[in-house]
């Protein structure tokens, strides 16, 4: 079993920046890949950004891409995302996801692929 915290979250103003971070126990997270994922209130959850287990490979959703960055530290357990340039359509209920399920192609950004998430931290951007 593993258990994920986010952090982080928060109330900025458009062009800000937020750092989230996502604590991993339960497990040794150099052997889970993760993800972020987002919510906002009537729509679907979706893909932000994911890391492999080693950190050497990341992907990012194009809605974010060059805004958000993807990061991990395995020795504390813990991944980051860093949010740059924040517009108010990223305001949402961001998800840390972890798994360790084999997938094929864009399999990486299905919510289906991860086994273990957070409880969530709401980031809002205000205009």
């Known amino acids: 079993q593993v258990q994920l915290v986010e952090s982080g979250g928060g109330l900025v103003q458009a062009g800000g920046s937020l750092r989230l971070s996502c604590a991993a126990s339960?497990?040794?997270?150099?052997?889970?890949?993760m993800a972020w994922f987002r919510q906002a209130p009537g729509q679907e959850r979706e893909f932000v950004a994911r890391?492999?287990?080693?950190?050497?490979?990341?992907n990012y959703a194009d809605s974010i891409k060059g805004r958000f960055t993807i990061s991990r530290d395995n020795a504390k357990n813990t991944v980051f995302l860093q949010m740059n340039s924040l517009k108010p359509e990223d305001t949402a209920t961001y998800y840390c996801?972890?798994?360790?399920?084999?997938?094929?192609?864009?399999?990486?950004?299905?919510?289906?692929?991860?086994?273990?998430w957070g409880q969530g931290t709401q980031v809002t951007v205000s205009s």
């Open positions: 339960g497990r040794t997270a150099s052997t889970l890949g």
């Open positions: 996801a972890a798994g360790s399920r084999q997938y094929y192609g864009l399999g990486y950004a299905s919510a289906s692929t991860y086994d273990y």
């Open positions: 890391i492999n287990r080693s950190g050497g490979i990341t």
